[in-house]
């Protein structure tokens, strides 16, 4: 079991940027696919991101594909959400999430994950 806590959200103006982090408990913090996940207001929690165990792979929605890079760093058990050239629909709560699919086709899916945390609101002002 893994317990996941984001932090680095806030209020920022469009196009700057956010670095968002998560600390996961826990010795086997490699054992997990890690993904990034947001909800709007009134909107479906939707993909933002994920990365493989070890960093080897990463997944991106089409929407931040180029602005938001994903990483992690086992050694300190934390994964970043690096978010660059922010728009006004980058507004969500941000949530991390990790997953123990060996599937790459299930990163997409809030279904392939088994623990999440309590998520950080990111809200992108113009």
């Known amino acids: 079991q893994v317990q996941l806590v984001e932090s680095g959200g806030g209020l920022v103006q469009t196009g700057g940027s956010l670095r968002l982090s998560c600390a996961a408990s826990g010795r086997t913090f490699s054992s997990y696919v890690m993904g990034w996940f947001r909800q709007a207001p009134g909107k479906e929690r939707e993909f933002v991101a994920a990365i493989t165990r070890y960093g080897g792979s990463t997944y991106y929605a089409d929407s931040v594909k180029g602005r938001f890079t994903i990483s992690r760093d086992n050694a300190k058990n934390t994964v970043h959400l690096q978010m660059n050239s922010l728009k006004s629909e980058d507004t969500a709560v941000y949530y991390c999430?990790?997953?123990?699919?060996?599937?790459?086709?299930?990163?997409?899916?809030?279904?392939?994950?088994?623990?999440w945390g309590q998520g950080t609101q990111v809200t992108v002002s113009s």
């Open positions: 999430a990790a997953s123990l699919s060996r599937t790459s086709s299930t990163y997409y899916y809030r279904s392939s994950y088994a623990y």
